[in-house]
């Protein structure tokens, strides 16, 4: 069996591909894997000893002409030549291929797929005249989800073993051992090493130089048997030199050994035995965080700006996610600090853990657990309520997830918001089976101009309300992004063949999609509103006994009082 | 006729040109997925 895995995104992703990787071979012990990256990130897949067939797409060597000569005629040529031989070489000469999966969501991927024969295909393609199309029902989620940036719950690793349909039980990972161009340091008996990553993907993702020298500061001074390694690129040095000069600037006499610069003097997954030295690897959102989970290296990552931790940060169990959004460096520092020792980290930064949990299906997910701090109950909720929808669209099956209760005292009012949201899910249900309806009468009605202007109107009309509710209540919106994917870039059987067909046989496949979109749409709707339901008869038992305990509290203290005069 | 050359004759070319257009486009902005 040939298997061929397309990851063009970057060190993360590629990362987060290899459990996925794991689990196809897995599952197919006589596959024969290839992988595709780009050159630039291909160390990261390095590391997996079940990839048969690394094949680098070399594309700054190729683009890099293209964009300095503005795209110049004789650029494109050759490029195109060259990126034809690259194709036929490395990855034609092996195929078909029994099993494509790409799990890279971008259009050159979705072209790249579409270019390569394969019999069956997961992930995104296109057509041959390039209209995206998404087959499977878990790159569907991917697709309205992720890249959505709506409330989902599912690790990336999870996602994409989900969209290859694969599990993979043994974490962490099975690793190559790489070379060790520069030797680990053998740490002196009592000593602690804490690996620092200080620069991320891009500068609001990360706290400035200032404040990590903070952090690093409260480390050293708390734990005197630490050390600190700086891991990054060269062109991360500026960064850590700064940091490193406002540690020395606050302890002078700090002594060499327990300072250790990395960055830039290895290759990116040469960094694993320097990773597996280290007690705690302190990083925002980066790949040094998959590359230390995939070793089960103790992770904390600091959340800043927009990532979502859920998604991508820190897999496996015991790893630690702060969110330092109203402290101060130092105080932050504090609490990685008392965090290494074991100690409870104070209310003033929320504190997540992970844990990978299988569910009862089977399968596994990562999950983030609440430390000090109380998940907002409607976005938990509607998160955890999406997760199951999901699980039961994509693959048939009903978890067993607790649903979060409501009503929890201290976030009064929540109850009040769910009725808007309630409406507006009611909503959404009437606009959908309307929409159905009107599809159906365009289908009886398929030979009569006139009323099919009229059935699209109507349909146009439902369009933009349900783009407007999305607005106005954002809760909802995974779902109408999930039709709007299931509408226009879901895998229809007769999609390809629709690019061939002319007059109403292609209007009616059209017309056909619409119809199945609004019909789950409605019935996702239904599903979400029973649980809600369920949960708000839950809160109002709860409201009820909370305000029966507390008046017979009340009648207690008025009884006390009346016996004590 | 070589074998690359086989293969290459079944490349589809519209295709393989979109392909170009949409890696020099990435290639500006090769961020990762999930941030896309």
């Known amino acids: 069996m040939k298997v061929i895995v397309l990851q063009l995104a970057r060190f993360g992703d590629v990362i987060q591909t290899l459990p996925t990787i794991q689990g196809l071979k897995k599952k197919y012990p006589k596959s024969e894997i290839t992988l595709v990256t780009r050159a630039t990130f291909a160390d990261a897949a390095r590391l997996s000893p079940y990839v048969d067939n690394l094949v680098e797409l070399p594309s700054k060597e190729l683009l890099e002409p293209v964009v300095a000569s503005k795209s110049s005629e004789e650029s494109v040529f050759a490029a195109l030549g060259s990126l034809g031989s690259w194709l036929a070489n490395s990855v034609l000469r092996n195929s078909p291929y029994d099993l494509l999966v790409n799990l890279t969501f971008s259009k050159a991927s979705a072209i790249l797929s579409a270019l390569i024969p394969a019999t069956t295909r997961k992930g995104l393609f296109c057509t041959t005249s390039g209209e995206l199309v998404v087959a499977d029902a878990w790159s569907q989620y991917f697709f309205a989800q992720v890249l959505g940036r709506n409330l989902n719950i599912l690790h990336l690793n999870d996602l994409f073993c989900r969209v290859a349909d694969i599990e993979t039980d043994q974490w962490p990972l099975e690793i190559n051992e790489p070379a060790q161009p520069f030797e680990v340091k053998k740490l002196d008996p009592g000593r602690m090493r804490v690996g620092i990553q200080v620069a991320a993907s891009e500068p609001e993702k990360t706290l400035h130089c200032e404040a990590w020298s903070q952090v690093c500061l409260s480390v050293l001074n708390k734990h005197q048997d630490s050390e600190l390694a700086f891991f990054g690129s060269e062109k991360d040095l500026p960064a850590i030199n700064t940091v490193i000069a406002g540690i020395r600037d606050a302890l002078p006499e700090l002594a060499q050994e327990r300072i250790h610069v990395l960055a830039g003097k290895m290759r990116f997954h040469e960094n694993i035995s320097w990773i597996r030295s280290c007690k705690w690897i302190v990083s925002p959102d980066t790949a040094i965080v998959h590359l230390s989970s995939l070793t089960g290296a103790k992770v904390i990552e600091v959340v800043v700006g927009k990532v979502k931790p859920e998604e991508t940060g820190p897999y496996g169990d015991g790893h630690h996610v702060l969110y330092p959004v109203t402290t101060t460096p130092s105080h932050l520092g504090d609490e990685i600090a008392k965090l290494m020792n074991g100690e409870k980290v104070g209310n003033s930064v929320a504190h997540s853990t992970t844990a990978r949990v299988r569910c009862n299906n089977g399968s596994f997910r990562n999950e983030l657990v609440a430390k000090n701090f109380s998940n907002n109950e409607i976005t938990y909720f509607f998160m955890k309520s999406y997760y199951l929808l999901a699980e039961f669209r994509c693959a048939g099956r009903q978890e067993e997830t607790e649903i979060p209760p409501l009503a929890d005292s201290a976030q009064t009012g929540a109850l009040d918001q769910l009725l808007v949201v309630y409406d507006a899910l009611c909503t959404i249900r009437r606009l959908a089976e309307f929409g159905q309806h009107y599809s159906l009468r365009m289908l009886e009605e398929i030979d009569n101009k006139v009323s099919l202007k009229n059935w699209a109107d109507k349909l146009q009309e439902i369009e933009s309300l349900l783009v407007t509710l999305q607005k106005t209540v954002p809760i909802v919106k995974p779902l109408i992004d999930t039709w709007s994917v299931a509408k226009d870039i879901a895998y229809a059987p007769s999609l390809e063949a629709r690019t061939q067909k002319h007059g109403s046989e292609a209007l009616e496949d059209v017309i056909a999609l619409n119809e199945g979109a609004y019909r789950e749409l409605a019935q996702n709707v239904e599903i979400i509103q029973q649980l809600l339901q369920t949960a708000v008869t839950a809160a109002q038992e709860r409201i009820e006994k909370r305000s029966n305990h507390g008046s017979s509290k009340a009648k207690y203290k008025e009884t006390s009082k009346e016996t004590d005069g | ?36």
């Open chain 2, 1 to 36: 006729m070589s074998e690359t050359e086989e293969l290459l004759k079944t490349i589809d070319r519209q295709l393989l040109l979109k392909l170009l257009d949409a890696l020099i486009s990435e290639q500006q902005t090769p961020s990762s997925q999930s941030k896309e």
